[in-house]
DNA sequence: AACTAACATATATAAAATATGCATCTTATA
DNA sequence: TATAAGATGCATATTTTATATATGTTAGTT
């Protein structure tokens, strides 16, 4: 059972857009702080544009902005719509082969299950992430080798 | 989001063999009534063979019976036995590369779901997915075109 | 106006995970 | 001893996921 890394780098860009506040951020950036690939974040950063969570400014000191507070990104919608395909099992899914499907209790019990994975994050914002205790926020603005000024004075911004 | 067609395969093998009751299942006649792959079933059986649930009969008029009770074959524990790769994201697991990790929230959160989604499944048994309803155990006999006599005369048995 | 640093898009390729197929072996029983 | 069952190991195919390449667009700077 995995989610996709392409829903993981979803969470940790927005994660380190959010602890980078006000100040911009590159996908140039980003992609080296975490050592993963520029192109596939690309493609990350384009569809949490087109989803409305960033505000991409291309241009000359261009960057990431964060288009929604932290406060209101909700860790389940969040991965709800990045995560395309959440179909569990086969029987899930339109392209259904199994026979017993219509009387079949696995269906239902998995759906449930499934319903309280996502009821768990449906309790968490992005602002919860970035670490209600600030000695944690600290510890990620240093692994991530931010700047802290601006961030460790106000509360965190969108 | 996926569980392997694997643990899926399981889950429906423990049903049949289960459903047919005192009588011997044989893999072939699985494969045919699902209209799934024999030779993955093989491995499917092997495994649950393997790891306790069936009892695998070889020679002439072998075949598979449950090696436990169907009150007691558990959901959640089976479905965490089957499914190798538990490891929603790369943070799970070892060789995991990501920076932030040891301030990191989400995978707390992620854990703490995958919690919530076991926890529901550990709340049924394989007896469970039969169908307390007989209505609904009689349409999957009908839909396994399992001859019913013995089955619906006796309560299941292991 | 031209240059450049940023994001956008489409297509191609690679890598990994999953699923399936095939050939051969072992076991038990009629 | 023939046969019907499962066991095992290796090879192949398929699908999903991830990455790379090449080219385009936008907007600030000089």
Redesign the pocket.
Known sequence: ??I??????SLRVLLYVALKGEE??????IAERYN?????L??V??EL??KGYLQ?????????LLKQRAEDINIGALIRDTE??LELVECFGDRNQCVITPACRIKTVLAEALNAFFEVLDGYTLADMLGPDPRMRTELIRLLQLRDSSLLKSPVSA
């Open positions: 059972m995995h996709t890394r392409y829903t993981d780098y911009r951020s590159t996908i140039s950036e993963i690939s520029r192109n596939h690309m493609k950063v384009q544009n087109r991409a400014i291309r241009g000359k000191h261009g960057g990431l395309q395909d």
